[in-house]
């Protein structure tokens, strides 16, 4: 069987993963609070980790993983755009119209994330679904003297982990104090004590509790969601490397005090963030787009996709338009040296080498590069297939077989002929320029005019040509 290698956060050291079960590998991943649109930058954990469950089940067997994802829908501001749309005379009571708000985009969010290749995890919990089991977890932290109730809130007691909360950030709780900012707040005996439950006003959504009608901090969410679903113990956990202070930590420390019988997760993995053009995305610059931006503007997500991998998952990931149009070419040649093949018995061991190695996509692209220049259609198939890549749904922007090219291609040579004889070129150079425009490539030679399609090309902007 192969090895899968990984980087654990928590060791700091790439480890062989030995999961707790060979029959059932599990993998929980922190997901969206769903309020909007997914941005691209929450597009990359999606694809780094939809990789690493396509490796377990490559190596474990498909019914062999369970991956869960999780989604946020108790937030500030999900409820702030519930407000809003009530004031702006929306039907429904807020608690219905955060209900809608979180139905809209949890649908818009399955729907972006598949356009990128992803599959859609085994389990994806709603935190509203689990308010009970938060209630109950919260109910046993204070009664083993983790956590205490104060002017309706429940808070964390950091100083009863003291000595090994921040083990995974690794900084020690007065650094932490000394550098981060924290809510100061009466109530807290500690300033780095976290909520596990606050108050709900009557308007806002909240569930009664015995310490008053309120709703479950962050943290306590996903702590809850999968002991449930994954028990005391489970292997992976991931997400970006922006929730690993204070979400994961947190995490940590209330799974563990929770349930001192287990390990809580084993192998602890986070991506890097990514940058547009090489600056950090944000609305300000005006870099800012969702991935659903993308795909409208015609960038198809098999290319997103494509572009992800080619940088480690662990390195900053710089999107560009460079990127995109040369990933796109590659993808429409590859496509076209595979069209009408049957993949191989199974992807090439060099490329499950490189994705065993710490999810080394861009060493597994290497090898693709090379199945193509060699021709091996075959092993192109399969082994792209393992990344995501060239499958046949999500193909159809690629597919030129029903645009008429040589109709195209008969009138330039046409008017090309008509040129040499009259020398004058202008209609010629419309025809060219059109079909440039159009995403063309413009091949003319004494055989002949072949039109190809290239990077960006858009049949759409045949018309009227």
């Known amino acids: 069987m192969t090895t899968i290698k990984l980087h654990n956060t928590r060791t700091r050291t790439k480890e062989d993963f030995v999961p707790i079960d060979p ?35 490559h190596v474990y067997g498909v019914d062999h993983v369970t991956y869960v994802r999780n989604f946020t829908d108790v937030d500030d501001k999900i409820n702030a755009t519930a407000l809003a749309r009530q004031k702006a005379g929306a039907a429904g009571t807020l608690e219905q119209l955060v209900q809608e708000r979180s139905d809209e985009t949890i649908g818009w969010y399955l729907h972006d994330m598949g356009a990128l290749g992803a599959l859609e995890p085994n389990e994806m919990p709603r935190a509203t679904q689990y308010i009970d089991q ?12 983790h956590a205490y109730a104060a002017e309706g809130h429940v808070l964390f007691a950091v100083d009863s982990w003291k000595a090994k909360y921040g083990a995974l950030s690794g900084r020690s709780v007065d650094d932490m104090i000394a550098g981060a900012r924290v ?6 005996k500690n300033p780095m004590d976290f909520v596990l439950w606050k108050p709900s006003t009557d308007e806002l959504p909240g569930w009664d509790s015995p310490w008053g009608r309120g709703r479950p901090g962050w943290h306590i969410e996903c702590s809850a969601m999968s002991y449930e679903l994954l028990g005391a113990s489970f292997d992976i956990h991931g997400g970006g490397n922006d929730l690993m202070f204070p979400h994961h930590e947190n995490e940590i420390a209330q799974s563990c005090c929770a349930h001192p019988e287990g ?38 997500g098999e290319v997103i996709r494509l572009v992800f991998l080619q940088t480690h998952y662990r390195k900053p990931m710089d ?8 990933a796109e070419a590659t993808l429409r040649k ?35 590069h090379r199945l193509a220049a060699e021709g091996d259609a075959a092993g192109l198939l399969a082994s792209a297939n393992v990344l995501g890549l060239l499958s046949e749904e999500m193909g159809a922007w ?22 040499m004889q009259s020398k004058d070129f202008s209609e010629v150079d419309r025809l060219k320029a059109a079909y ?6 413009v091949r003319m030679s004494k055989d002949g005019v072949e039109l190809v399609p290239g990077t960006g090309f858009d049949a759409a902007k045949l018309e009227g040509v």
């Open 436 to 441: 440039l425009a159009a995403g063309l490539e």
């Open 319 to 326: 999107w560009t338009e460079k990127k995109a149009h040369e």
């Open 134 to 145: 938060m209630i109950a977890m919260i109910e046993d932290l204070i009664a083993k003297g």
């Open 263 to 300: 390990e809580f997760a084993r192998y602890w993995l986070h991506n890097e963030m990514l940058q547009v053009e090489g600056k950090k995305m944000s609305k300000s610059l005006g870099n800012f787009f969702t991935v659903h931006d993308l795909l409208e503007q015609g960038v198809p």
């Open 23 to 57: 029959e059932n590998v599990r993998m929980y991943v922190c997901g969206p609070t769903v309020y909007d649109r997914a941005h691209l930058g929450n597009a990359r954990p999606v694809v780094v980790f939809d990789v690493l469950y396509r490796l377990l089940r």
């Open 398 to 419: 690629a597919d030129t077989d029903s645009v008429d090219l040589s109709s195209h291609a008969d009138r330039l040579a046409d008017a090309r002929a008509v040129a």
């Open 183 to 188: 809510e100061v707040a009466p109530y807290k």
């Open 334 to 368: 590859w496509r076209a040296l595979t069209a009408g093949i049957e993949p191989s018995a199974s992807a090439a061991p060099a490329v499950i080498a490189a994705l065993a190695d710490d999810l080394n996509t861009a060493g597994a692209l290497t090898e693709l």
